[in-house]
């Protein structure tokens, strides 16, 4: 059975940083990432990265954000500096799965940046 585990999210003052960390198990993960939905708005890419190390972020994060990840832990680590008002959004982690050629999500975990 495939669990998405999270951890982190808070309230922080703009400017300030803040780390998710996602735990996975059940499968063996090829692409994991984090997702966000503002209030209103439809869920988005933040960053994924490979097994093997290659990472994509949004436009938006780039130089802010990185993404990490432990392979033998199957865990991903988003650690997030120079917060923004705009970066208000629940947090999803998320996971691919070539052994179902599928996608799971965790619960979410709420981050806010207050101005």
């Known amino acids: 059975q495939v669990q998405l585990v999270e951890s982190g999210g808070g309230l922080v003052q703009a400017g300030g940083s803040l780390r998710l960390s996602c735990a996975a198990s059940?499968?063996?993960?090829?692409?994991m990432g984090w997702y966000r939905q503002a209030p209103g708005k439809q869920r988005e890419l933040v960053a994924t990265?490979?097994?093997?190390?290659?990472?994509n972020y949004a436009d938006s994060v780039k130089g802010r954000f990185t993404i990490s990840r432990d392979n033998a832990n199957n865990t991903v680590t988003l650690q997030m500096n120079s917060l923004k008002p705009e970066d208000t959004a629940v947090y999803y982690c998320?996971?691919?799965?070539?052994?179902?050629?599928?996608?799971?999500w965790g619960q979410g975990t709420q981050v806010t940046v207050s101005s």
């Open positions: 998320n996971a691919f799965t070539v052994v179902s050629r599928r996608s799971y």
């Open positions: 059940g499968s063996i993960f090829v692409i």
């Open positions: 990265i490979t097994s093997g190390g290659s990472t």
